[in-house]
């Protein structure tokens, strides 16, 4: 008994050590994990601040948390990023190009289809414009724009006070810290505590105010910095508020959001596109958070540019026209059943998404093939991009369906373009606040006959009660008038009931009040019918599919995913690279003269010169500095392509990533690298065409 | 004397008669000469209103003054406007184009130029990177930096209000209506009062507060709705503003420009810039003002967008390397004194203006030269532009000079882009209020022996008192120790004056407070003098000139002076038709079949897809209108080609302000449109190359 007593123990102990150290290696492993993000993320972040991608607004003046300037390669990505995005949403060529990429990674095949677009125009069925309506809004948005689209009521955070200083926190965030760190740090946690914590950092998005409030009084969470108690949370809007005028009568705020303008203007760009359906509308611009508390450096911001599209279409019909070209698309989809099953996001096609009703619709469907084609584009990895579906309780409840694109970054799985079926809500809200129709007409080639008229038209309905006067003389004689009278009085109802009585039963009764009793009308005295109406058109409010980008997050994931290091020649230091594709790329090219000599600063100038008239950005680095110091100034800025002048015949074309070099006349040097940032041809087409160039 | 008397009588009368007669005329002129103006501003905007060029913000909702969205065509021109002034900003082709514009009209010798420019890029000394440095700073600015550059005390507009209904109006406003109505209103008028109040207006800009509210009440102006009295004028500071984070104890506002922000950054981008001056950064984006009440639609409204330039020099050396490219321009000027004087604006170069002293620098001359140059080639008028200087009591007291390019509307001459040498007080302010050095700094090629340093720099200066010991033991034997102290502890102005009578009279005497006794120091006894230091470099704050381009105020100008009405084929309409250069144009071609018919909606679509291939943006029109109707439309809109498909094989293009037509092949026409679209040949080119169309 004793060994086996003993032997248990022993048992138990090892089992309680196994598991101990197998906590503690997943610690460690999720500790080493988190330090190694972190740093990652320090170094992508220490070299964009000091290559000027991002400064700290008002950084002299100590900042203000949550504001951010791009500075001159920073907006040089933006500026490329948008006017991508414009000629996705304009045009319908670039998507091709887009799609041939993502498809065969074929350029020559793409180069020789573009050559038949130029050059004939007429072979490329997918040329087509997209018809966007772009507008461009005020900020500055008065409270009753803002009152009907219900982000004066909504657009809240819970926040809590520290008691004794008045510090604002997120409610939300203070949970989530506690919840971590206990995890983290607390290795000898109950299995049953850990799994608690899990689980509320995992519901933690859809707690009501009261559930919060409970979470954080149960764990006796304070204040992080001073360990004062808290208040209760209380809902904080999250939008900057200011006053319209002088008179200090008219609030207003910074527009949360571009998209209301869009939605007021329904009826004008309506009539501007000839009154048809579907067409989309588009806006870039800023939009305002006044956050609680930024973290995540540029990932939550309190100022931000938003990239918007409005597409309206008739509820009825959301099938896209253009919908085969994206439905073979393949992308990670992780729809609403597989996370609450805790499934991993899967590939499937669009195509299959939308016919297994995964992707509530086709226009639905096609946006999302879209976006993934501009994030990889752009370079955002494929492998860590996934579309999320919202779960049941996290949608508004007018929307049909939301998807999230989500690109991992440092920071976790960060939704960076929202893909929304928001149904008919904006235009409703908006029409029952200003009074004003916000719908659509379908026309009906030939007029139908339609005995009952929607609701929303009563107009329409038409009752007629038809008595018959020859029948009713001889039932009634001097009464006759009375009864005619009560018959026409009567309500849609009433003489509804009496025709099916009259119909069923060859007769009914009538109450004459003037008679002062009830009659028998006999179903030849009276014929009751709703009078059939011939409609021209259908009306209706149109539904709105939304995809909205946020520029900035995209960018920082972008930096994140087009970041690496390597060793130095010498191998005593790590150099930073970004690998953005030359769309991308604020400086498409650099030009180093060798060695500082006239010559070869003579032939620089007539390359950048030539760089210019091709309308290619570029650097001129004539310093004195080690050639292998310029590359990695510029390798640091994603500069794609390096031109060395080190004979006054010939130069070297190096590129970026894989550091290879050709050897070019220099007549031929401009319009080489134009060809392969405007990606008519590729590096590897050069390298089979022109001399390698071995250093 | 009866008769005399009579006859003097009758004279007077005579005169009187004549008099009222000519103030009659001149008044039914100056009446007839506005309802003009009134009926053109009327046409014009009707129009923009109509196709959407821009819609008044929340239109559904009864709009807000002073808040005006960009419908589609105007959000294009918008575009296309920002586009042509960053690549103005960034690079020196379309400055020579402009130039050669501008000088020659000659389209051909453009166009060789160009050829050389693209195909061996090496003769076109024009061509060089501007480089500016582009940043993106947010709207909410914490308020120490605008307490720092001046606008929380300064920017502000008088305001006085209706002492019952609390209404606000412009105290400056209700004067000039005022002054204005009686001048127009009232013909008899005594000559004196009329001076009176034509000189009021002339100087109403420069009225103080306590001269704007004693006209107000020697004129007794009341509230112009209600003709209550109104309050005393006060100021009212005209920035939207708002509250940073949840605390309510971070005030922020809105910019009301661009360039704070580029300032407060001027340490890093000039360390971006490799330390070297001069250089420029620009920026591009919305600024905010709270207008009391705003008036003159689309020129004065309360969110706008600014594109402004800071170019940072040293306050030494103001000349620029590029004056010699537009100092042959010659354009209309108003200096100062013309102004006084009462002189027109005259044609003058700037070479000339810059070296007659009236452009108080090379730089600044460069800058209006290449204003004049932007303005001129998106379509505004050259005989309906100027640069007016600013008057010396108009201009801040730290500007060394301003100029406003100013365009003539219906609305009078406005104020659309202004370019200020605005010294180093910018940089100075946030230098001064966040404690951070904004310098920069000039490298000597040999170091310089300097005695007396620059001021602001004082920790170059070093006094050096050195006593000779052995002539001070002999003079002053036990007390050689306390004087020696006391010729030590003099202050530097102490020693200067001693030195200056020591070399003078050869001894000075000296109050030794330890011995408390004058004694005689001889100048063998001590040795004064101002080390000599070797500095390397010169420290200073760099001056900043500074062109700001009112976008939305240039767009609308443009649109008034694009704006013509011609009669329809029938002559019993006025048409519109906006005269857009085809680089401003919101779509550069329409395309129409001719009669509705399969063949030819096929060849269109044909040709559409080549037009989308060159990326020429277009409009396609399918209906049955008739072409006359569907060229108004377009005209309407500014397209500048209009592609007609009246055959299988051959279409006609028609140019929209002759009406010309030439037949062209189909194949050819997508790239003949982009070839006059991008400006590599010239519609007389077309004319000269292609058959004439007669319809």
């Known amino acids: 008994m004793e060994t086996g007593k003993l032997r248990a123990v022993k048992i138990i102990s090892i089992n309680v050590v196994f598991n101990l150290f197998f906590l503690l290696c997943l610690y460690l492993d999720f500790t080493q994990e988190s330090q190694k993000r972190e740093a990652f993320r320090q170094a992508v972040v220490n070299t964009l601040e000091r290559r000027l ?59 020789s289809l573009m050559l038949i677009c130029f050059v004939d125009g007429v072979s490329c069925h997918f040329v087509l414009e997209e018809n966007m309506l772009e507008v461009d809004c005020p900020c500055v948005t008065p409270e009753i724009v803002l009152k009907a689209s219900g982000h004066v009521d909504k657009f809240t955070d819970l926040m809590v006070k520290d008691e004794k200083t008045g510090t604002c926190y997120r409610a939300d965030h203070l949970l989530k810290d506690f919840c971590k760190d ?47 108690t808290l208040s ?108 609450v099953c805790g499934r991993p996001a899967r590939k499937i096609s669009i195509g299959e998404a939308v016919s297994q009703g995964i992707v509530n619709n086709e226009t639905l469907g096609y946006f999302i093939g879209r976006v993934f084609l501009f994030l990889t584009q752009l370079g955002i990895d494929e492998g860590r991009l996934r579309f999320r579906q919202h779960l049941a309780n996290e949608m508004a409840h007018y929307a049909a369906d939301c998807w999230d694109a989500e690109i991992e970054s440092s920071y976790g799985w960060i939704e960076c373009v929202g893909i929304a079926d928001r149904s008919a809500y904006d235009l409703h809200a908006h029409a029952d606040k200003s009074g004003v129709p916000l719908v659509a007409y379908e026309k009906f080639p030939e007029p139908r006959e339609v005995e ?15 008595p018959v006067k020859k029948e009713l003389g001889l039932a009634f004689k001097g009464n006759q008038k009375m009864v005619v009278e009560a018959l026409e009085a009567m309500g849609e109802k009433e003489a509804m009931e009496m025709k099916t009585t009259l119909e069923a039963m060859g007769e009914a009764e009538l109450y004459v009040c003037t008679l002062h009793k009830v009659v028998t009308i006999k179903n030849n005295i009276v014929s009751i019918s709703k009078e059939k109406k011939k ?14 980008f946020g520029i900035g997050r995209i960018i920082y994931c972008l930096y ?66 080690s050639i292998g110091k310029r590359y990695a100034r510029t390798d640091e800025l994603g500069v794609p392509f390096a031109i060395t002048v080190d004979s006054t015949s010939s130069v070297t074309v190096r590129e970026r990533d894989s550091k290879q070099q050709i050897r070019v006349s220099v007549d031929e040097v401009a319009s080489l690298v134009k060809s392969v940032t405007d990606g008519v041809s590729t590096w590897a087409d050069l390298l089979r065409r022109y001399p390698i160039h071995s250093s």
Chains 1, 2 share one sequence.
């Open 560 to 625: 994140e995913h087009s970041f690496y290091t390597r060793p130095s020649k010498d191998g005593d230091e790590q150099l930073n690279v970004f690998r953005f594709p030359p769309l991308v790329a604020p400086i498409k090219c650099a030009v180093f003269p060798l060695v500082q000599n006239q010559q070869y600063e003579e032939v620089a100038k007539q390359i950048s010169k030539s760089l210019t008239a091709f309308g290619i950005s570029y650097k001129i680095d004539i310093t004195g500095a």
């Open 232 to 339: 209760d949370p209380y809902p904080f809007n999250l939008m900057f508020q200011t006053s319209i005028g002088p008179s200090g009568s008219s609030p207003g705020y910074l527009r949360p959001e571009t998209a209301q303008g869009i939605f007021v203007n329904f009826k004008d760009l309506y009539y501007y596109n000839g009154n048809k359906l579907p067409f989309a509308a588009a806006q870039i611009g800023q939009a305002f958070r006044n956050e609680i508390s930024p973290r995540q450096g540029l990932l939550r911001v309190r100022e931000f540019t938003l990239a918007e599209i409005e597409h309206f279409v008739d509820p009825e019909d959301k099938a896209h026209p253009k919908f085969s070209e994206v439905s073979k698309l393949e992308l990670f989809m992780f729809p609403r059943e597989d996370q």
């Open 452 to 466: 009952v008229s929607p609701p929303s038209v009563p107009q329409f309905t038409k009752l007629v009660i038809a």
């Open 53 to 111: 991608f991002y400064i700290p607004s008002f950084k002299i003046y100590g900042g203000v948390t949550g504001l951010y300037d791009y500075g001159p390669p920073g907006c040089a990505v933006k500026a490329n990023v948008l006017a991508f995005w414009r000629q996705v949403g304009t045009f319908r060529f670039s998507m091709l190009l887009s799609f041939l990429i993502a498809q065969t990674l074929d350029w020559d095949f793409v180069f």
């Open 182 to 228: 206990k995890l983290e740090k607390e290795p000898n946690l109950s299995a049953e505590k850990a799994a608690e914590l899990k689980h509320v950092l995992a519901v933690l998005d859809n707690l009501s105010m009261e559930e919060l409030s409970a979470k954080i009084k149960e764990y006796g969470i304070t204040a992080p910095d001073t360990k004062n």
């Open 535 to 548: 409609e021209h058109q259908r009306v209706f409010t149109p539904s709105v599919i939304e995809p909205s």
